[in-house]
């Protein structure tokens, strides 16, 4: 009876030993997978942050080589009383819109055929030359408190004209001329402000 009590403790004994034992292996198969997924998510985190670096690197390098302002199609594009007036349009199309005119004046053209006009809409005037009987705008002139349509105007300053339209335009002292295709933006300055500005073309 002694003797199989005994065989009974160590029979107990030698489970709770083999279930102890399984337990600390199952615990380390589970620190080990633990410490498996931290590796990879550190890894995972590293390469993310090299990516996002590439990234942030390659937008400041694109930045940089970006132009500090570039004259456009659409800075030749001027809204008169609504209306949006650009080079080449044919003048009686506009009247409508733009209404009576402050002043106007003809003269014979040196063109051809016709009269040449001149529109003034507050600070803002508008020449024309007759094709094929059809005044066509020719150039534009600001003097007062209008505005191109980056945002240039009489009083803004030189600074302020090179970072809307870059430097790469015929400079002195007195005058900024940019050009683009067959269009020319004339800016005239007093010191290092503007003080009138006019668009033109051949």
Known sequence: MKRKKLQALVCVAILVVGLTACGK?????GSQDKVGQTVEQTAEQQNEAVQSEAVKETVVETQAALPAGTLTEEDFVIAINGAAVKLGDDMSTLEPSLGEPDSYETAK???GAGEDKVYEYGGITIYTYPIDGVDIVSAIEFAG?????????VGSTRDEVIAAYGSDCEE???SMTYELGDKTLGIELDGDSVSFIEIYGE
Not at 25 to 29: N, T, Y
Not at 145 to 153: D, M, R, W
């Open 25 to 29: 292996q199952d615990a380390g198969s």
């Open 109 to 111: 053209s040196c063109m």
């Open 145 to 153: 408190e209008e505005t191109l349509p980056a945002g240039i105007g």
């Open 172 to 174: 002195d002292e007195y």
